[in-house]
């Protein structure tokens, strides 16, 4: 009656993860999402002495919930009816230290929707999987949160990070349609935020909506290969024409409907103190024509 949209989880990151678990007692099970602040101590009480570890592949055993919820609405009508719309309530504290003695953010109280399940034992509940970078890079940190979650080999989930996270899943769609090619892939720049490299290991590569939004539209609007520097910048917009056989190894390329444009080549630059716009600031820099 409810399924849930995954991701494979990275231990010990802010998403709470899908479960099942059983009351001893009664035998009830329940599928249902638990939040990250209270998994690792139910993990290590009832599953493993360690906690949240990784699995032979690195990730989680848990799948990670994004809240993204499918329901079986006429079943979800009657749940409404019987329930008058009340849900179990949830508190989940942002604490600031790791002895959690000081909130990083003001506390409420919580009515979660992913606590849906609760309401309705027996049925069936479920999940879907997808790769996580078709599907998930959210923009939630500061650059100091950020880059911290960064050295720990957590996701950064910031302004840099989705803009990385962007390129690298155009990119890797088209290597799937078999649509591109990127040379010397060995050549890519950094950008130093915060005292952290930032790689940039694919071609700043932007598809706007209006060129192309399912993997069928990219094969009808794409003939032949794009052939990409790593560090080269594509844009391709507009609803008409075809992009074919297309080579970018330096510099930029600006392509709206038909009529290609050709311009230098775009770094990114760090940010002196007190320098730049917010949304560069978001990011840690910006971008220059050199």
């Known amino acids: 009656m409810v399924n849930s949209i995954t991701i494979p989880r990275i231990p010990g990151e802010a998403v709470g993860a899908i479960c099942k678990l059983t009351n001893a007692e009664t035998n009830v099970s329940h599928t249902i999402n638990v939040e990250y602040n209270i998994l690792d101590s139910l993990l290590k009480e009832k599953w493993n002495p360690l906690g949240d570890i990784k699995n032979e592949n690195g990730k989680s055993f848990f799948?990670?919930?994004?809240?993204?919820?499918?329901?079986?609405?006429?079943?979800?009508?009657?749940?409404?009816?019987?329930?008058?719309?009340?849900?179990?309530?949830?508190?989940?504290?942002?604490?600031?230290?790791?002895?959690?003695?000081?909130?990083?953010?003001?506390?409420?109280?919580?009515?979660?929707?992913?606590?849906?399940?609760?309401?309705?034992?027996?049925?069936?509940?479920?999940?879907?999987?997808?790769?996580?970078?078709?599907?998930?890079?959210?923009?939630?940190?500061?650059?100091?949160?950020?880059?911290?979650?960064?050295?720990?080999?957590?996701?950064?989930?910031?302004?840099?990070?989705?803009?990385?996270?962007?390129?690298?899943?155009?990119?890797?769609?088209?290597?799937?349609?078999?649509?591109?090619?990127?040379?010397?892939?060995?050549?890519?720049?950094?950008?130093?935020?915060?005292?952290?490299?930032?790689?940039?290991?694919?071609?700043?590569?932007?598809?706007?909506?209006?060129?192309?939004?399912?993997?069928?539209?990219?094969?009808?609007?794409?003939?032949?290969?794009?052939?990409?520097?790593?560090?080269?910048?594509v844009v391709l917009e507009g609803t008409e024409g075809i992009v074919e056989n297309l080579e970018v190894l330096d510099g930029s390329l600006f392509y709206n409907n038909g009529k290609v444009t050709k311009s230098g080549r775009y770094e990114y630059v760090p940010l002196k103190e007190s320098e730049g716009e917010n949304y560069e600031k978001m990011r840690g820099f910006k971008l220059v024509k050199c």
């Open 63 to 233: 799948p990670g919930n994004l809240n993204i919820l499918i329901f079986n609405l006429p079943h979800y009508l009657e749940t409404l009816n019987r329930t008058k719309g009340l849900m179990p309530e949830f508190v989940n504290p942002k604490y600031a230290d790791q002895e959690k003695t000081k909130f990083k953010s003001p506390t409420r109280l919580e009515c979660l929707m992913q606590d849906y399940p609760l309401l309705i034992p027996g049925e069936k509940i479920g999940f879907v999987m997808y790769e996580r970078l078709f599907s998930f890079s959210p923009c939630k940190n500061n650059l100091e949160d950020a880059t911290n979650k960064h050295k720990l080999c957590l996701p950064s989930e910031s302004g840099f990070s989705i803009e990385t996270d962007s390129f690298q899943s155009n990119c890797e769609v088209l290597e799937k349609l078999g649509l591109i090619d990127i040379v010397d892939k060995d050549k890519f720049t950094s950008v130093d935020v915060c005292g952290i490299n930032i790689p940039f290991k694919h071609p700043k590569l932007i598809i706007k909506p209006s060129f192309a939004i399912t993997l069928k539209d990219l094969k009808n609007r794409i003939k032949g290969k794009l052939r990409l520097g790593v560090n080269s910048t």
